[in-house]
């Protein structure tokens, strides 16, 4: 089956502009979780829901960032008003419960450039 | 709150020679403790997890680590590695209590030569 996907794989837009980063997850997994790569970091914690309802957001470094799951499945990112500093791999992830252990697959990233 | 170190930022290795990743954590409460594998161009990949039981974990790829409580530590092994492993690995950990919230590691690079 599908892995988590991610779209796109590739973004590059100008500072202050207003972005979205897309995250399909594997078909039934309920929990769904982004994480931000900067380089030569690992990933941090950004968000994480459980179907609709975003569980935990501590992550998220300021009121820029926000995400949405409005049916349970797919999620968007939305970050307004970039900065230079917000360049990193975004990551998503799904799995199948909320509970700690469970696997989680990842996204292979979208690659955010803010020039 | 959770904290993990991974000691070396890159490991060099020949071929078919034995390597250890080392990963250190800090947690006042007990933890889940996880390898994730980031191989070129790709998503990370599950290596291997300890949630309880027996403290040598067995993963994929030949790959296993050792929890070691007392020393807060889960070291990664193999004990002869191939150029294919060439990849990032990242030590990571998330407590009981919460989901899949994982706090990493800064990855180690491990090199293979031929």
């Known amino acids: 089956g599908a892995g988590v996907s991610q779209t796109p794989s590739n973004k590059v837009t100008e500072k202050g502009k207003y972005v979205e980063l897309r995250c399909d997850p594997i078909?039934?997994?309920?929990?769904l979780y982004w994480y931000r790569q900067s380089l030569g970091q690992g990933p941090e914690f950004l968000i994480y829901f459980q179907g609709t309802g975003a569980a935990d957001d501590s992550g998220l470094p300021n009121d820029r960032f926000f995400a949405v799951r409005p049916e349970g499945s797919v999620s968007t990112l939305k970050i307004q008003r970039t900065e230079r500093g917000d360049s990193a791999v975004y990551l998503c992830?799904?799995?199948?419960?909320?509970?700690?252990?469970?696997?989680?697959?990842f996204g292979q990233g979208t690659r955010l450039t803010v020039v | 709150a959770q904290s993990v170190t991974q000691l070396d930022s890159q490991v060099p290795v020949f071929e078919e020679a034995p390597v250890e990743l080392r990963c250190n954590y800090s947690?006042?409460?007990?933890?889940?403790l996880f390898w994730y594998v980031q191989y070129p161009n790709q998503g990370l990949q599950l290596l291997l997890k300890?949630?309880?039981?027996?403290?040598l974990v067995k993963g994929i790829n030949g790959f296993e680590a050792e929890f070691n409580k007392s020393q807060t530590s889960f070291h990664l092994r193999k004990p002869s590695v191939h150029i294919s492993d060439t990849a990032e690995y990242f030590c990571a950990v998330s407590d009981f209590e919460g989901a899949q919230k994982l706090v990493f590691g800064q990855g180690t690079r491990l090199t293979i030569n031929p």
């Open positions: 992830a799904s799995s199948l419960i909320l509970v700690g252990g469970t696997e989680a697959f």
């Open positions: 300890y949630l309880s039981g027996s403290t």
């Open positions: 947690s006042s409460v007990s933890v889940y």
């Open positions: 078909s039934g997994h309920t929990a």
